[in-house]
């Protein structure tokens, strides 16, 4: 007669445990590093990820793992080029910049669920490809800025999902060095 109840007791236990392994990843913060990059930003990349060769502002996890993930930060202007503009008005250029209309105007179908959200300092455009990699693309405006932050993550199947999360702040609190780094150059 006990066995039924130590039985169920059990279950409970694994399933409580279960849950508890479950959600504890996600109440804890994705480790960040602070770097200065080769544009002359002050941004955080996840702790253990290196700088691509290719390209100084893209971050990939080390390259021993084998993983395709990458996080992207960088300087960028819109199609018409840099130039000092309001809040306002970066704003309102935000649909129809470079780091938007590759993806918003898929013709190819290679992005779906589309999600777009204006914050008050940004834009953000969150999608899925076919593959079920996950993409964030950013863009962080200053008052007065004549470029804005770019800032993307590419996150595959298996990925730690806070990541999708953390670069829309990572992105909003990138800063220009003021360590000598002309980032215009």
């Not at 990138?174 to 000598?180: K, L, Q, V, Y």
């Amino acid at each position: 007669m006990r066995r039924p109840w130590i039985v169920l007791v059990l279950m409970a236990l694994a399933v409580l445990g279960g849950v508890l392994i479950v959600t504890a990843d996600e109440s804890e913060p994705v480790p960040l590093d602070e770097i200065t990059t080769a544009e002359g930003l002050i941004t955080k990349i996840p702790s253990g990820w290196i700088v691509s060769e290719q390209s100084p502002f893209n971050f990939a996890p080390s390259a021993d793992t084998g993983v395709f993930d990458q996080w992207t930060v960088a300087r960028a202007c819109p199609f018409e080029g840099c130039g000092e503009r309001s809040l306002d008005e970066w704003l309102a250029l935000a649909p129809d910049l470079p780091l938007f209309t590759g993806v918003s105007n898929s013709e190819a179908g290679l992005f779906f669920n589309l999600e777009v959200e204006t914050l008050a300092d940004a834009r953000v455009l969150r999608a899925q490809t076919e593959a079920a990699s996950r993409l964030v693309f950013v863009a962080a405006f200053n008052d007065g800025a004549d470029e804005y932050i770019a800032c993307v993550v590419r996150l595959g199947l298996g990925a730690d999902e806070r990541l999708a999360v953390e670069i829309v702040d990572v992105c909003r609190s990138t800063t220009r060095a003021s360590t000598g780094v002309d980032p215009t150059d």
